[in-house]
Nanobody
Framework: QVQLVESGGGLVQPGGSLRLSCAAS????????MGWYRQGPGKQRELVAR???????TTADSVKGRFAISRDNAKNTLFLQMNSLEPDDTAVYYC???????????WGQGTQVTVSS
């Protein structure tokens, strides 16, 4: 089993920055890739960014050039650096981990990001 705990969400003004963290614990060796998803008001869940065990990244077109995903393998922590935030970025952000072989997905509890004046 894998447990994921997000932190770093909050209220920021348009144009501001925020850094999200996701701490993983449990059977870390099962994880093949990790990512960030978000669900805004009245919207479906969407992929924000993913990173594989080899370090390759995928970023959604809506956040390219503004968001960056990274990881600290020694501390089993995933990060999402968010810059130039816009009101449309307002959402609950979820950390995700995918297990190898079974492709089972693990999810964190989510952290709220609100971009508003």
């Amino acid at each position: 089993q894998v447990q994921l705990v997000e932190s770093g969400g909050g209220l920021v003004q348009p144009g501001g920055s925020l850094r999200l963290s996701c701490a993983a614990s449990g059977s870390i060796s099962l994880i093949s890739s990790m990512g960030w998803y978000r669900q805004g008001p009245g919207k479906q869940r969407e992929l924000v960014a993913r990173i594989t065990s080899s370090g390759n990244t995928t970023t959604a077109d809506s956040v390219k050039g503004r968001f960056a995903i990274s990881r600290d393998n020694a501390k089993n922590t995933l990060f999402l650096q968010m810059n130039s935030l816009e009101p449309d970025d307002t959402a609950v952000y979820y950390c995700n981990a995918r297990a190898a072989l079974t492709w089972r997905n693990y999810w964190g509890q989510g952290t709220q990001v609100t971009v508003s004046s």
